[in-house]
């Protein structure tokens, strides 16, 4: 019988499947950052006979970090896949359907849920799961190895936000947050950017800087100076809109 997971469920859950798979593992995430456990487990993999398969989003490449290791590793494979959305992670004995990206933001600071089943107690969904999950590789582009690298920012639309952001100064006028510079690094190297209304992670777009989500409740009125939440750029809190998409903190350190 599935089991219904919270934050602190999915991530138990994802660290058992990942250590304890012994044939076959798929991690699909449209965004992914490993945590150091997790990244730990999946080194420890390698010399098993059985392939990992790691799946995101086209838009939103593994950070330099995770591909230093992964791309190393003779059992892991990796695809991107264009539009996509699910989360879902399986080995050949259980599987986790949630809302957390595999990202060690969601995993620590967003509140998500999922459930976990199993082969043994649920065959109907977990089969049915294999097959979609097939169907998602089978649609996306295998990565070769030495080609895996993090795309530049040259694909950005074009707008005022997109111009290439200057060296961050070491000494900041104003005190950041804890993960502030963090947030900045992922958003400008990896592609990644937040929803300006929920916070959401979502691929850098200042364009469109809104989630799947939050975009058709902005298009319903369509008021692009209707002030929203947070930053495109680095997460944090603050007052933007979608013609600003970005904080003080982020204009005045990247685009000045």
Known sequence: MAEFLDNTGISSALTDLIKNSEKELYLISPYIKLTSINRNYIQNCEGKDFSINIIHRDDAPLKNEDLLILKNLK?????????????????????????????????????????????????????????????????????????????????????????????????????????????????????????????????????????????????????????EKYCHICGEKASTTKVRPVCNDCYNHHFR
């Not at 459930?115 to 590789?137: A, P, W």
């Not at 961050?168 to 510079?181: A, D, H, R, V, Y």
């Not at 963090?182 to 929803?195: H, N, P, R, W």
């Open 75 to 227: 059992n892991v494979r990796i695809y991107s896949c264009a539009d996509l959305h699910a989360k879902c992670y399986l080995n050949e004995n259980f599987g986790v359907i949630s809302t957390m990206n595999m990202y060690e933001h969601s995993q620590t600071s967003n509140w998500e849920m999922g459930v976990k089943f199993s082969k043994k107690d649920d065959r109907e969904l977990f089969d049915n799961t294999y097959k979609e999950i097939l169907s998602i590789v089978k649609r996306s582009t295998e990565q070769p190895k030495e080609n895996v690298a993090t795309k530049t920012n040259s694909q950005r639309p074009k707008s005022d936000w997109n111009k290439a952001p200057q060296k961050m100064s070491s000494t900041l006028k104003n005190p950041l947050k804890k993960g502030f510079l963090d947030k900045i690094a992922d958003s400008i190297l990896g592609e990644t950017g937040y929803c300006i209304r929920c916070g959401e992670m979502t691929g850098y777009n200042p364009e469109k800087p809104f989630c799947e989500t939050c975009y058709p409740l902005w298009a319903k009125f369509n008021n692009p100076s209707y002030r």
